[in-house]
Structure formats: C-alpha cells, structure tokens
C-alpha cells in the first residue's frame, strides 16, 4: 500500500489543520512562517504553487498518508534538474502525534524509488540540522549516506544553521 500520493487541491484544510496544530513541534526544524502561511489561504497558495512547479516537471510535491488515509505530513522532491545532474533535494515532515511509528521512514524510501525509478533520476540529497537525531536516521535507514557539513546552509528557526548533507545514488544497473 502507498503511503505517499500527489498533493491536491482537496489536501487544504487537512494540511492546515495540520500545521496549526504541528506549530510549535516544526518551528525548530522550519524557516520562520508568517502568520498567512497557517491559514486556509496560505495552503491554497502553496499547493497552488507546488502544482505549478510539478507540471514545469521540477517539484513532486506528495502528502503522506496513514493506512486509513488520512494526510499525516508532506514530502517532496525539491529542485529537480535534468542533464547530467539528474538530481534534487529531499524534504519532509510527519505529525508530532504519528512520529515514532515509521510513517517518515516509509514515506523517504517510497519517494526515492518513485526518484529513481519514476523519474529517472540518478541522486536524491537531504539536508538536516546536525542536532536532528531522527531525521538523520531516517535517512540513514533508507540507504542516504552524510557526505559533508555545509556551514550556515540554510535559515531555520530565524538563524543560520550547520547542516548534514545526506545523499543516495540510484544503485547501477545489472547487465
């Protein structure tokens, strides 16, 4: 069973009610929101422009999803390049009141085989702050490999923060 699917239109208010309710548990891994970014309209604008960069063909923007399914959380493949890249970036995040339960273990190596396989691509990279313990395994369970430390990599939380960069490669084809 699929525990990941595209992110529609009708995921709006699962997905706010959601993030109002995951608020606090976020913040420390997140960029600072603004207040529009937790309502109803806020949502709308996102997914709105996730749908939009997906049909670009450089975002697929998914929801996870329990065994009832019900939206859990998000996960995307970010900055999809072609060429001779063939990669992009991992992100990702389960409710505070379903973590533990392997829901972001399951969703991470779900995605990647839609990456590798789906897609085509040949490298999906992660990156986490070096004090988040679960993400890292997370990543680690599903085959991702910490290649580096990028210093001050991205604003989260309203500072500059060190982040774990995490990559895995497509596996070579028998032949």
Known sequence: MSITRLIASDDVSALTALLRVNREFLAPWDPARSEDFFTTDGQQAVIRDDLRLYARGSKLPHVIVDDDGQVT????LNG?????FQSCALSYWVDASRNGRGLATRAVREIVQVAFEDLGLHRVQ?????????SRRVLERNGFRQFGVAPEYLNIAGRWQDHAMYQVVKAPQAG
Not at 73 to 76: A, F, K, S
Not at 126 to 134: G, I, K, P, S
């Open 80 to 84: 999809i390049v072609r060429g001779a």
């Open 73 to 76: 959380g998000r996960i995307t």
């Open 126 to 134: 992660a990156e986490t702050l070096l004090h988040n313990v679960r």
